[in-house]
């Protein structure tokens, strides 16, 4: 085997982290310093120093990850990586329990549940305990919970009573316990019991442990920060032997703690490690200077962090701007013409991105962007209009304003408990294909053509669509909706309810602003019938776009400019982070930081000085603390940018 020169093909600091002495390692990657090469760079110097290669674990949150890792030490290295135990910690415990499912009351030869068939699983449990009802949680509301305390080893109706309040938390546990029942009766696992698995036969059998503690002399663990307590065991467990326990992660980037990711896992580390080694990888690769001092700046102040100090090794660029704006109107053509702009000065569109906390930030550019001409993806799902909350709210409206909407018509009534697809057809023709909301006959037929169950539900609904024959507002009308019913469903029928209802109120304000419901409506219709003909094409074919996306799905990615959204007090921070936990400011101030680190050359940071109310009348933003505590030599600010 060639020797390897590490050192032509490392810097310093990486070169310091994968050539360390053996002994728990942590490797603390800040954004953009060659994280990946580094632990490819550890496995190929594992290989070359004489280690068999089924020997060393690597553990990675996705099975690509990992196949890239191995492909490239592969490149470095030779087939000797061959036998490396690669893969996500899922991965490696399917693997284990193939063989020793038996000690867990399994067949080795278990089913594997994909999220449909768990979805069908839980809902059966559900009708079986007689509990199918549409006040009653959602399979995939269900299956949230079920994960979540799994993986932070919780208790099932205490988690509940805290998610979902208005439903009996010992019916919840009921269905939890009958849904691992069947699962076991019928030798099947979802994703998590084969975590839960797992670490099970480590934690239960000595010998099954110590086998695997003496087989993995050196384990490696990629993204360490978003490990969840489950994983993070594993790990111990494992290394527990050898010690050999090599962690790549960065605190700054720790942003998924409402999925289970527990950041204190990278924290203690050393705590849990005597001896630990640690080293920084501080030098950057992707940004301009500029960009790094922002992102510098703005993570400083975070408490309980390990250090860092990004240094660059890009020529210096532009300042980042900061823009003071009037309101998301404004905010929305400071964007369109920010993308004119950059395009002018080389940018192709593609690597143009606009970031935002939350879904319902980009609503006003949403709108613009058709008219402007610009075609976009989004990163984060589907388009404001096009997901099926907004879709849900919005079919009471076009219930109002169009009789012969059937689609609209048999939406709403699919809301309703005890009404199917079938039920709603047939009450359409019972209505006799037109449905005019203020007839009273009409409204008869259609209580008749209801079971008993739909009838109470009903009735909530009829309340709001008679407040619209007494001149009730549009906006009014789509809150006594979610007051009276569609509130509660939308607890039920979602995990993430509590930033559907966000998107809700941001689309009530936005249709406050309009006096021809009619008109809005056109206008969403229109909104999502968008053809892209005219893009510009990308090189080798396909449309180029410009890219929106949250925060949290832009991580791991970058672009040549990035555009935030809504840098304000309240909305970047989110005021619901704030004041669902402690540590929210924390995240919230790493959450940022990623998003600051995802530019690699120019970085326009969007500050609203007002949000529209719905009657008219603005509400005062303060700027984001997180712009406030740069100093502001760093930034080159705007202000009345002519777009008003």
Known sequence: MPTIDFQELLNAEQLAAATAPDGPILVLAAAGTGKTRTLVFRVAQLV??????????????TNKAAREMLDRAREVVGEGVGGVWGGTFHHLANRLLRRHAPRVGFASDFTILDRDDSRALVSQCVKD????????????????LFSMAANAEADIAELAGRRVPETDPEAIRRVHAAYEKRKQDMGGMDFDDLLVNGLRLLRDHADIRERYQEQFRHVLVDEYQDT????????????????NVFVVGDDFQSIYAWRGADYRNIMTFP???????????????????????????????????????LRATREPGDHPVVAHLRDGDEQARYVVEQVRLLRREGFRLSDIAVL?????????????????????VITSGMRFFEQAHIKDVLCLLRVLVFPNDELSFTRLLGLLPGVGPRTAVKAWAKVGSRFRAQDAGQREVLRGALGKAAQGAWARVEAVLDAAS????????????????????????????DERMEDIAALTADVARYTDLEEFLSGVALLTNVDGDDAPEEEGGGQESLRLSTVHQAKGLEWGAVIILWVTEGMFPSSRSLNESMEGEAEERRLFYVA????????????????????GGVFYCSPSRFVTEIPPHFLRVERNTGFM
């Not at 030098?283 to 993570?299: D, E, G, K, Q």
């Not at 009308?477 to 039920?492: A, C, I, S, V």
Request: glycine share 6%; with cysteine; proline share 5%.
């Open 271 to 309: 705590d849990r490690y005597r001896g630990t080694q640690i080293y920084r990888l501080e030098t950057n690769y992707r940004s301009v200077p500029n960009i790094l001092a922002v992102a510098n700046a703005c993570i400083a102040g975070n408490p309980e962090q390990f250090q860092k100090v």
């Open 470 to 497: 007494e001149g009730v507002s549009a906006d009014d009308l789509l809150d006594r909706f979610m007051e009276t019913f569609y509130g509660e469903h939308l607890q039920n029928a979602y995990e993430n309810a």
């Open 129 to 144: 305990l007689k509990l199918e009802h549409k006040e009653f949680p959602r399979s995939a509301v269900l299956l949230g």
């Open 48 to 61: 070359e120093r004489g280690i068999a290669p089924d020997r060393i674990l690597l553990l990675t949150f």
């Open 596 to 615: 600051v680190t995802r530019a690699k050359d120019a970085l326009r940071i969007c500050v609203p000085e007002v949000r529209r109310s719905r009657d």
């Open 228 to 243: 969840n307590p489950i994983q993070a065991e594993l790990v111990d467990r494992l290394g527990a032997k050898h010690g």
């Open 356 to 376: 935002y906390r939350a879904h319902f930030h980009a609503l006003e550019l949403e709108r613009l962007l058709p008219m402007a001409r610009v075609p976009y």
